[in-house]
């Protein structure tokens, strides 16, 4: 266990912003956990960061962040076709995908090369190319940060949504998750090959775990920036979700407007297209734009602040409402 105080957590966020933390405490193992959480260190206000992949930092942090390091990859129980493992939180997400893929077990491999740690995965039911964490999710285990209560929710108890769960709503900043339960195929694989240009990509390819790993990885690298080079934490906003009569208006007056099927009732907007319609490809304010290929993802230029990156994001917001009178919800957490 190490304290950092007042310290920069330029390397702790993807956007690579600048901000100080009060207190940062790198721990790892759970049981230290125990031994850091103290009344005293209770009544302070508290973060639990991953890769810092899913926060814009605005400020300085005036309480303690937590960033757990914990690491291990157990299995719990197999049959003929199935495996249940269990993954520390303080897991890098993607490594765990490249361990999966080695060992041709199937179900996260449309998730590959997404950043962040393992346990953040299920705070926003992570997603991408037609697959979200709840797919292979079977329990998470954690610890209630307020009465150091230890506990094991399973699938309906996280109450997973499109990019959430109850981590982001009745919990949120209320727990601290040390591991991941995922139930993953070995055999008699269920591809999901759903996304267009995967789809695309691989129609002279076998399907195989890692055929369509590489190929996601390929997508995501010419469509996403790398966080090394431009600071940012992918998707700024989510897509919104709109009920029938209202994408009904929405089609009539935007006929080329980017969308796919919920159910009868709903309809998900591109937001990508919402913000490339609204001018914003090639506008930059104070070292802060949007990514060339992929307007949904806000950039840092340089050595831009948390709040220019919030300024421009919330001019992305207001002109998107003036436009098409649709308000978008961010996905990054602001602080
Ligand atoms: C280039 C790029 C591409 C991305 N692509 C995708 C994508 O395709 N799909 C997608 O869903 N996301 C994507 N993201 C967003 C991000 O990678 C995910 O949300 C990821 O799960 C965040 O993990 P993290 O460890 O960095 O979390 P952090 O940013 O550190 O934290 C995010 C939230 O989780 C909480 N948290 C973190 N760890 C724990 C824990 N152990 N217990 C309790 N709470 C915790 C934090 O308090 C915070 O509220 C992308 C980000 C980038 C930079």
């Known amino acids: 266990m190490e304290v950092f105080r007042n310290g920069s957590l330029k390397k702790f966020n993807t956007f690579n912003v600048d901000e100080k933390a009060k207190v940062l405490v790198e721990i790892d193992r759970v049981s230290d956990l125990f031994t850091f959480l103290t009344k005293e260190n209770q009544k302070d206000k508290m973060l639990v960061l991953g890769g810092g992949s899913n926060i814009l930092f605005t400020k300085s942090y005036e309480g303690i962040i937590i960033s757990l390091k914990n690491k291990g990859i157990k299995l719990i129980d197999e049959d003929e076709n199935n495996i249940l493992v269990e993954i520390s939180s303080g897991e890098s997400w993607n490594d765990f995908v490249v361990w999966a893929v080695e060992n041709n077990f199937g179900g996260v491999e449309n998730l590959s090369l997404i950043p962040g740690n393992v346990g ?14 709840k797919d292979v999710f079977y329990s998470c285990k954690g610890i209630m940060l307020d009465t150091l209560n230890e506990f094991e929710f399973t699938k309906s108890d996280c109450e997973f949504n499109y990019r959430s769960s109850i981590f982001k709503s ?7 998750i040390t591991s991941v339960k995922l139930n993953l195929t070995k055999s008699k694989h269920n591809f999901n090959v759903d996304y267009k240009e995967l789809k695309e990509n691989l129609l002279d390819t076998e399907l195989t775990i890692k055929n369509i790993s590489d190929q996601v990885i ?118």
Not at 321 to 328: K, R, S, T, V
């Open 218 to 335: 390929q997508i995501r690298k010419s469509k996403l920036p790398d966080p090394k080079i431009f600071g940012n934490c992918g998707s700024f906003f989510k897509n919104p979700i709109i009920n029938i009569s209202r994408h009904e208006s929405l089609i009539n007056k935007f006929p080329d407007i980017p969308f796919f099927k919920i159910d009868n009732n709903n309809y998900k907007i591109s937001a990508a297209w919402l913000i490339d319609q609204s001018d914003f490809k090639n506008k930059k304010v104070k070292n802060v734009g949007v990514y060339s290929n992929q307007p949904l993802v806000i950039i840092n230029h340089g050595n831009a602040k948390g709040k220019d990156i919030l300024d421009f994001a919330k001019e992305i917001k207001e002109t998107v409402i003036g436009n098409f009178d649709i308000e978008l919800e961010e996905e990054v957490l602001i602080l």
């Open 170 to 176: 009745t919990l949120k900043n209320k727990t601290i």
């Open 120 to 133: 953040a995965a299920p705070i926003q039911n992570i997603g991408a190319y037609g697959v979200e964490l």
